[in-house]
């Protein structure tokens, strides 16, 4: 693979994709930073969910499209389903830089599929994230504290480990994320 893959984690509510929105939107103005990509994952829920770059498939369709072999990436997480198309390996062979919003716990399964990949564990505070999860209204106590239970990653066999702490003002951890991909 010519590209590099980025692939951004963290616990929900640490704010990944107010920063791969924010990074999008900046790559996008940049004439000369085009090689750029930021994958949109295909994913089960609902489509009342604001800022984030996903298409959404009812379960019935996302079983089809994993039939019919069209995920590069596919994983399960709190009841729902995602997916990563394949058209990132063609955007890797192009040599352009390739984005996306992963998953914790696929982190090995990406890395032996992509053992050059660079990632991106964002993070924030206990109290910050209690904060947003709750403010966002999406679960209820029980399903924060089911989100909020930490989840030790095996690091060891990342090449390329960049952490950003968003707990503070997000106008700082936009601009390390932006600093992390360039």
Known sequence: ???????????????????LNYAKEYFEKSKDKQNFKFVRRYITRPADVKNENNRFVSADEFEQLEQDNFFSMSWKSHGLSYGISKEIDG????????????????????????????????????????????SRGREDLEGIRERMQTQRLNLSNVKRLITIDNSGELKDAQQLFIQALE
Do not use: F, H
């Open 1 to 19: 693979m010519k590209g590099c893959l980025v692939y951004v984690v963290g616990a929900s509510g640490v704010g990944k994709d107010s920063l």
């Open 91 to 134: 955007w890797l062979q192009n040599g352009d830089t390739v984005i996306l919003n992963g998953s914790r716990n696929y982190l090995n399964t990406a890395i032996a599929k992509y053992p050059n990949l660079t990632l991106i564990l964002i993070t924030a505070s206990p109290e910050v994230l209690k904060d947003r999860l709750m």
